[in-house]
């Protein structure tokens, strides 16, 4: 457990976390985990990043969860095999008010999480933007590893990249779900990016991989590493511990429609590796909801 209290967050539900696997594309070994925050309401279930992350900016809850997920991503870490890199996202409002390097100190000191085994992915807008900068540089400085998320949508050069010692980039899904088409632009999109990272020393990550043919033709251009549903959807923090702390590193099998996780001279169907299942709701539906906050001059009345 984390050694100093939980926050209290003004929206209605608490946080917690699943992993999605970083996975080595020409030999299946486990290379990271990606931490990925949910909300659980307590009426409506489990609510998705995309309307959490938004209201957690509006209610000003987006510091205090900052800080949690960075905590308790760690935490959870600090039992796993040191060779299995934690991945933590963040935005670039996070970046820009020195929110995220607050937190990654906090939480290195409070866990004793060794600071190059963290990784914070951060976005393209993040790396070119000026007020984003000083707080790339205090992570830096910490020794924490920083990396690139969806590259390819926006990128015109990887000269920011450089600017602010990139570790690794990861390839927008949106490129890589058409490498089995005979839509030539993603395949040079993936092929290009992934020989500029390697050009200037950065490894490259492929998201979203859904079919073996993805996962072979991403290993053809020399990608390093792919995550996606292919190997399994995101996992339970509880499912993690049974593989991740373990001894020998894990090996993913890419066997279609039967993807399997070999750990530990066992056969784990990944099946069974899941989470709540609680069903994502509509994109239309409303984010999580403030907690009522009682009236001031009400409570001293009474």
């Known amino acids: ?23 080595d594309v020409s030999t299946g070994r486990l290379l990271g985990m990606e931490a990925l925050v949910r ?14 992350i938004p209201a957690a900016e509006a209610s000003g809850d987006i510091g205090p969860l900052t800080r949690w997920i960075v905590a308790a991503a760690c935490e959870e870490a600090c039992s796993w095999s040191r060779s299995i890199q934690l991945g933590v996202n963040c935005t670039v409002e996070q970046l820009q008010r020195g929110e995220v390097s607050e937190a990654v100190r906090g939480a290195l000191h409070e866990t004793g999480f060794p600071s190059d085994q963290l990784n914070i992915e951060v976005t393209e807008d993040a790396v070119v933007d000026p007020t984003a900068a000083a707080d790339l540089q205090a992570i830096s400085d910490m020794g924490v590893q920083l990396s690139v998320d969806d590259v390819g949508t926006n990128w015109s050069s990887f000269e920011p990249f450089k600017r602010h010692a990139i570790s690794t980039v990861k390839i927008d899904g949106s490129f890589v779900a058409g490498l089995e088409s005979n839509q030539g632009i993603n395949r040079l999109v993936v092929e290009t990016v992934i020989h500029m990272a390697h050009s200037l020393g950065m490894s490259a990550i492929v998201e979203q991989v859904e079919t073996a043919a993805q996962v072979r033709i991403a290993a053809g251009f020399d990608a390093d590493a792919a995550q996606g ?20 590193i894990p090996v993913f099998s890419r066997t279609e429609g039967q993807t399997l996780l070999l750990a530990y001279g066992t056969t784990v169907p990944v099946d069974s590796l899941r989470t709540d299942l609680e069903p994502e709701p509509d994109a239309s539906e409303a984010p999580p909801t403030p907690r009522a906050v009682p009236d001031m001059d009400q409570v001293q009345q009474a």
């Open 1 to 23: 457990m984390l050694t100093y209290p939980e926050p209290t967050f003004t929206l209605q539900g608490t946080p917690y976390l699943e992993y999605l696997p970083v996975v």
């Open 39 to 52: 909300w659980r309401h307590p009426t409506r279930g489990r609510i998705s990043p995309d309307l959490l």
């Open 229 to 248: 549903f292919f190997f399994t959807r995101p996992i339970s923090r509880d499912d993690v511990r049974t593989f991740a702390a373990g001894p020998e």
